[in-house]
């Protein structure tokens, strides 16, 4: 189903630099690290960490898109202060923001809802979740992983290879290293030999 309108934000200050979030009206829809371009059509407002807003009370918006109150998209402002939530600590700071999954398969969804269980600051194999799903093998399950559109939201940078390596990540190595250090998980190593320091 595609949804009816598509809106995104930039918080432009995070560990791991910009973050783009897109919305529909249905739910967050989308989060891409840096600050990306929106496809055609879709409409724009500006949250950054400041919560700032333009002297006339609108955000600014993308070239020939009508303006739009921070305000007037409530689910982008629950998921920017989720992302505070999150950078400050937070262990679940994303339960309250509504998701639009309508576009990923039955089996991602499944994927998705273990990853939303995995606590913060702990780790869990390919492997793992496949036993756990009680279908598919760790391939499968990489895949899914490797298209989550939600990276952070759905914690997919807390998922390892069994030998403890970081394996892959949308953001690239370097910011699921940050996040898991955030997290309070040490790694070593840079680059496909990156790994968990355990010890």
Same mark, same amino acid.
């Given at each position: 189903?595609?949804?009816?309108? @598509? =809106?995104?934000?930039?918080? @432009?200050?995070?560990?791991?630099?910009?973050?783009?979030? =897109?919305?529909?009206t249905a739910g967050? $829809?989308?989060? $891409?690290?840096?600050n990306a371009d929106p496809e055609s059509g879709r409409r724009s407002t500006a949250l950054p960490l400041s919560n700032s807003e333009s002297p006339s009370g609108t955000s600014?918006?993308?070239?020939?898109s009508p303006p739009h109150s921070a305000r007037s998209v409530p689910i982008l402002e629950t998921a920017?202060?989720?992302?505070?939530?999150?950078?400050?600590?937070?262990?679940?700071? =994303?339960?309250?923001?509504p998701l639009d999954l309508d576009h990923c398969t039955d089996f991602q969804r499944a994927v998705y809802r273990l990853l939303t269980q995995v606590p913060r600051g702990s780790l869990v194999t390919y492997g793992e979740i496949a036993q756990r799903l009680g $279908?598919?093998?760790? $391939?499968?399950?990489?895949?899914?992983?490797?298209?989550?559109?939600?990276?952070?939201v759905i914690p997919c940078h807390r998922v390892v290879a069994a030998d403890e390596r970081l394996g892959g990540f949308s953001g690239?190595?370097?910011r699921k290293a940050a996040l898991l250090e955030l997290e309070g998980v040490r790694t070593r190593g840079s680059g496909p030999r990156a790994r968990v320091a355990v010890g």
């Open positions: 189903m595609t949804p009816s309108a @598509s =809106f995104h934000t930039v918080l @432009s200050d995070t560990p791991v630099g910009p973050l783009t979030l =897109f919305a529909s967050l $829809r989308e989060v $891409r690290f840096g600014p918006t993308s070239a020939g920017a202060d989720a992302v505070h939530a999150y950078l400050e600590g937070a262990e679940d700071a =994303f339960g309250i923001v $279908r598919g093998a760790p $391939r499968a399950v990489g895949q899914a992983v490797g298209a989550n559109p939600l990276p952070l690239g190595l370097h």
